[in-house]
């Protein structure tokens, strides 16, 4: 598995969007297209988020994403030192 960070920019989440999406983070569930959402980094009043997931592809994440909705304006693969 490799790890994708990705940016969403007019990005708010309201609360209960929040706990759903921990609610996923803390199960570490695979959804179909075999991604694993690690964490959610927000800001609602900069309207902006940023995705950690484990995935096998960049193509992965953007087919999640796009299944939940979502369009993704970048998709970088990172290294994880621990």
Partial sequence: MKWF???HSECFL???MLDEVAAGIRSRAKDSF???GVNLYY???AKKCF???EA???DAVRLSHAAKGLGT???TEIKVLA
């Fill in 43 to 45: 800001n609602n009043e």
């Fill in 56 to 58: 096998p592809s960049a």
């Fill in 14 to 16: 309201p609360q209960a």
């Fill in 5 to 7: 960070i990705d940016g």
């Fill in 34 to 36: 075999g991604v694993r």
């Fill in 73 to 75: 304006e970048e998709i």
């Fill in 51 to 53: 995705c950690l997931s």
